[in-house]
């Protein structure tokens, strides 16, 4: 089979690995995984629980970009 087609829930994203490497990350939504550049694994993960992990804040721009050079 050439192509893996793949349905990625709400609040969820897909992790796309390569020969052992990540290759990209998918969002919601119906995806075509192409298999011919070698063996593909994916792993589907809690959207919420990811950003909770890594301590990612609603930030504005301004409040970490400085306003003076």
């Known amino acids: 089979m ?3 087609t793949i349905e990625v829930e709400n609040n969820k994203r897909a992790l796309i690995f390569r020969r052992n490497r990540l290759d990209n ?5 119906q995806h075509k995984i192409s298999e011919l550049n070698g063996k593909v694994r994916i792993e ?4 919420e629980t990811i950003v909770n992990d890594f ?3 609603n930030v504005k721009a301004a409040d970490i970009m400085p306003t003076s050079c």
């Open 2 to 4: 050439l192509w893996k």
């Open 25 to 29: 990350i998918l969002e919601a939504g």
């Open 44 to 47: 589907i993960h809690n959207a």
């Open 55 to 57: 301590g990612i804040l």
